[in-house]
């Protein structure tokens, strides 16, 4: 990676509810604090190879859906998997997940996915289980804010 270079961090999300869109909103909110750093937000069904090719690092969000990560999630998974081969080693990424059970089952997915990418996990997830607050959504700017300035410094 050129140093030189403007970072790329890029936000791939699914929410049908809202509640994962609030959290998406907040990731963004503190990533786009680091002015070094080019932030874009795609939801999962309109997020491509491309897309992927781009970041530096990855942010995925996405509510759980019986026990596993949204179908939009999974589809971007699908469709990004075997091309992305050799081009995205050791990508840095961060998950957060919005449930109404205990996220386990989404949150054991995405890594096991991602191990096959091979992405590397440079952040905790953030799963929520419930109603949103302000703690929550704080956690998220947190998240974004961490993953821009770790681009920014060359850390990821």
């Known amino acids: 990676m050129d140093p030189a270079r403007e970072k790329h961090l890029l936000i791939v999300f699914h929410s049908q509810g809202g509640g994962t869109q609030r959290m998406a909103d907040a990731v963004l909110a503190g ?8 932030t874009r937000m795609v939801r999962a069904l309109e997020a491509g190879l491309d ?11 996405t509510p759980e859906n019986f026990g596993y990560m949204s179908g939009a999630l999974k589809d971007f998974f699908d469709r990004t998997f075997y091309p992305a081969q050799g ?3 050791q990508l840095p990424y961060a ?15 995405i890594e096991r996915i991602a191990k096959g990418y091979p992405l590397r996990k440079v952040a905790d997830p953030i799963v929520h289980q419930g109603d949103l ?3 929550v959504l704080y956690r998220c700017t947190e998240l974004g ?4 300035a770790g681009l920014a410094l060359g850390i990821f």
């Open 51 to 61: 897309d992927l090719l781009w970041a530096d690092a990855l942010i995925l969000g």
């Open 87 to 89: 081009k995205v080693d």
């Open 145 to 148: 804010q961490t993953l821009a």
């Open 133 to 135: 607050d302000d703690e």
């Open 95 to 109: 998950v957060f997940i919005k449930c109404g059970n205990d996220g386990s089952g989404a949150l054991f997915n």
């Open 31 to 38: 990533a786009r604090e680091e002015s070094d750093v080019e």
